[in-house]
C-alpha cells in the first residue's frame, strides 16, 4: 500500500511538471527551438526539485516535445505533439501491467507499423530515424538517455506508418513504457546491440524492405523482452511463483 501511495505521488509530480512545462510552451515563454537552462537553474526557476525536473522533461522527451542533443543540451523541439490528458494518464491507466503482456501487445503492434513504415516512409521520417540512431551511439554509456532516443525512434515510425491511428497508439504507450522503464534502464547491459538492431531496422526501412522491417522489429523486440527481464529479477521471481508466462 505505502508503495503504491509513493508511486502514485511520483506520477502526480511527474505530472506536475510536464503541466508547468506545457504553459511555458504554450505561453510563448519556451518555444520551437529554444533550449532550456541548465538542470539546477530552471528547477529553482520552476520551484521544484532537480529530481522531478529530470524526470519531467524525459517524460517530455520521451513523448516527442523536448529534443536532447548530446553534448549540446535540450531543446524544445519543433512544432511538438499535443500533450493531452489521454497520454497523461496512460502512465495510471497502464501501471501495474505486466511486463510480457507489454511486449506481446508491441510485437503485434510495432512489428507491422515497422513495415508500414519501410513501405510509406519519406524522407523527413528517414532523416529524424537517422538522428535517433545517431544519438543512440553517443550516449550508449547513459542508459538513462538512450531510453529517450530508443522511444524516440519507435515514435518516428509510428509516424512514417503514415496512419494516424497507429501513430497515436504508438504515442498513447510512449509515457507507460518511459515511467515503466525508467526504473530499470540504469541496469541495462545490451544498449550497443540494441543500437546495432535500431540501425539495422533504420536500413531496411530506407531500402523500403518491409518484410526485412517486419522481421527486424520482431526480432528486436524479442531481444530487449529478454534483456529487459535480466533488469526486473524482482518481477520475474514472482512472475515465476504466479501465473505462467506464454513462451515466445
Same mark, same amino acid.
Given at each position: +500500500?505505502? *508503495?503504491?501511495?509513493e508511486?502514485?505521488?511520483?506520477?502526480?509530480?511527474? @505530472?506536475?511538471?510536464?503541466?508547468?512545462?506545457?504553459?511555458?510552451? $504554450?505561453?510563448?515563454?519556451?518555444?520551437?527551438g529554444?533550449?532550456?537552462p541548465?538542470?539546477?537553474?530552471f528547477?529553482?526557476?520552476?520551484?521544484?526539485?532537480?529530481?522531478?525536473? &529530470?524526470?519531467?522533461?524525459?517524460?517530455?522527451a520521451?513523448?516527442?516535445? +523536448?529534443?536532447?542533443?548530446?553534448?549540446?543540451?535540450?531543446?524544445?523541439?519543433?512544432?511538438?505533439?499535443?500533450?493531452?490528458?489521454?497520454?497523461?494518464? +496512460?502512465?495510471?491507466?497502464?501501471?501495474?501491467?505486466?511486463?510480457?503482456?507489454?511486449? $506481446?501487445? !508491441?510485437?503485434?503492434?510495432?512489428?507491422?507499423?515497422?513495415?508500414?513504415a519501410?513501405?510509406?516512409?519519406?524522407? $523527413?521520417?528517414h +532523416?529524424?530515424?537517422?538522428?535517433?540512431?545517431?544519438?543512440m551511439?553517443?550516449? %550508449?554509456?547513459?542508459?538513462?538517455?538512450?531510453?529517450i532516443?530508443d522511444?524516440?525512434?519507435?515514435r518516428?515510425?509510428g /509516424?512514417?506508418s503514415?496512419?494516424?491511428? %497507429?501513430?497515436?497508439?504508438?504515442?498513447?504507450l510512449?509515457?507507460?513504457?518511459?515511467d515503466?522503464?525508467r526504473k @530499470?534502464? $540504469?541496469?541495462?547491459?545490451?544498449?550497443?546491440?540494441?543500437?546495432?538492431?535500431? !540501425?539495422e531496422?533504420?536500413?531496411?526501412? &530506407?531500402? &523500403?524492405?518491409?518484410?526485412?522491417? &517486419?522481421?527486424? %522489429?520482431? /526480432?528486436?523486440?524479442? %531481444?530487449?523482452?529478454?534483456?529487459?527481464?535480466?533488469?526486473?529479477p524482482?518481477e520475474?521471481?514472482?512472475a515465476?511463483?504466479?501465473?505462467? *508466462?506464454?513462451?515466445?
Amino acid at each position: +500500500m505505502a *508503495r503504491a501511495k509513493e508511486e502514485a505521488h511520483e506520477v502526480h509530480r511527474t @505530472t506536475q511538471v510536464v503541466n508547468h512545462i506545457r504553459s511555458l510552451i $504554450e505561453n510563448g515563454t519556451l518555444q520551437s527551438g529554444d533550449k532550456i537552462p541548465p538542470e539546477r537553474e530552471f528547477a529553482k526557476t520552476l520551484g521544484i526539485s532537480r529530481a522531478s525536473l &529530470r524526470t519531467g522533461i524525459g517524460y517530455l522527451a520521451a513523448m516527442g516535445v +523536448m529534443k536532447v542533443k548530446h553534448g549540446v543540451g535540450t531543446f524544445v523541439a519543433d512544432g511538438p505533439p499535443q500533450i493531452g490528458s489521454t497520454s497523461l494518464g +496512460m502512465i495510471g491507466a497502464l501501471h501495474g501491467f505486466q511486463s510480457w503482456q507489454m511486449f $506481446e501487445a !508491441r510485437i503485434i503492434l510495432e512489428s507491422n507499423i515497422a513495415a508500414l513504415a519501410a513501405e510509406r516512409g519519406k524522407e $523527413e521520417h528517414h +532523416m529524424a530515424l537517422a538522428d535517433e540512431v545517431a544519438e543512440m551511439f553517443a550516449v %550508449m554509456d547513459s542508459p538513462a538517455d538512450y531510453l529517450i532516443h530508443d522511444l524516440n525512434f519507435h515514435r518516428i515510425l509510428g /509516424q512514417a506508418s503514415c496512419n494516424p491511428i %497507429m501513430a497515436a497508439l504508438i504515442e498513447t504507450l510512449t509515457s507507460a513504457l518511459y515511467d515503466n522503464r525508467r526504473k @530499470t534502464v $540504469e541496469r541495462a547491459i545490451d544498449t550497443r546491440e540494441s543500437a546495432e538492431m535500431h !540501425r539495422e531496422l533504420y536500413r531496411a526501412i &530506407r531500402a &523500403r524492405k518491409p518484410l526485412e522491417a &517486419r522481421k527486424l %522489429m520482431e /526480432q528486436h523486440l524479442r %531481444m530487449a523482452q529478454e534483456a529487459q527481464g535480466m533488469e526486473r529479477p524482482i518481477e520475474k521471481k514472482s512472475a515465476a511463483k504466479g501465473s505462467v *508466462r506464454p513462451a515466445s
